[in-house]
């Protein structure tokens, strides 16, 4: 059975906050997020590559316990990716001081929510991406819910998603197409009206494996 099949049939993740700060301090992050459209169009993918960051905000309902997470979806007129559902995030610029400021800075200037409203949790290996970047995800818990201001410009609308949807591998399929002569390969999650796929199903992909490794 390949490493997807046995993904799609794992059991689903149910973690606290505690556990998954557990479990992101216990993994190390030097490998890169697994890729499977790069094993299956590898000259696709160059060596050199630009450093990005996004983040995974997660907030936990006081009402409930119920942890979710925030992903935006981009504006219909941007050029790369209209309309798709992504991470807050964006370029590492040579001026942040760090990859965790970069990934806070976009936050602020896509939804408008400042770096003192999120407490770190940890970060998952990075995830290359046919466009050239390198994407390091940042872990973090959202402390306080204020108000967004979204970017227009950016970001067309915000969705909360249960971090349990996303941590259930039964809600994923990985599909392939072909094009021209190269087959292609990616993640895809449904919930309610949205489609989650490609690099932002590849990190949440990612984020099941490493947080996987603390329950076994």
């Known amino acids: 059975m390949s490493d997807i099949e046995q993904f799609l049939n794992a059991p689903p ?9 557990a479990a992101l301090d216990k993994e190390p992050y030097a490998h890169q997020i697994h890729n499977p459209d790069k094993e299956m169009f590898p000259s696709g993918y160059g060596a050199d ?4 960051a996004i983040l995974i ?5 006081p009402n409930d316990g119920e942890l979710y997470t925030l992903l935006t979806q981009r504006a219909l007129h941007m050029r790369n990716h209209p309309g798709q559902i992504a991470f807050p995030g964006g ?3 040579a001026e942040d001081a760090s990859i965790q400021y970069t990934a806070l800075r976009e936050t602020l ?4 929510l400042a770096p003192d409203c999120f407490d770190l949790l940890g970060e998952l290996g990075e995830y290359c991406t046919l466009s050239g970047y390198c994407i390091k995800p940042i872990i973090a818990e959202m402390t306080r819910k204020s108000e967004l ?11 909360w998603v249960p971090l349990r949807h996303l941590l259930t591998p039964q809600n994923y399929r990985f599909k392939k197409k072909k094009l021209d002569t ?6 895809e999650i449904e919930y309610e009206e949205i489609r989650i796929w490609g690099v932002t199903a590849g990190i949440l992909f990612g984020l099941y494996q ?5 329950i076994r």
Not at 13 to 21: F, G, N, Q, T, V
Not at 49 to 52: C, E
Not at 57 to 61: A, F, H, R
């Open 109 to 112: 200037e896509e939804v408008g």
């Open 182 to 187: 190269n087959s292609r390969g990616y993640f």
């Open 149 to 159: 201001s979204l970017c227009e410009d950016e970001v067309k609308c915000v969705h």
């Open 13 to 21: 993740i149910d973690l606290s906050l505690d556990e998954i700060r």
């Open 91 to 93: 370029k590492h610029d």
């Open 49 to 52: 590559y630009r450093s990005a």
């Open 210 to 214: 490493t947080l996987a490794k603390h």
């Open 57 to 61: 905000p997660i907030w936990q309902d």
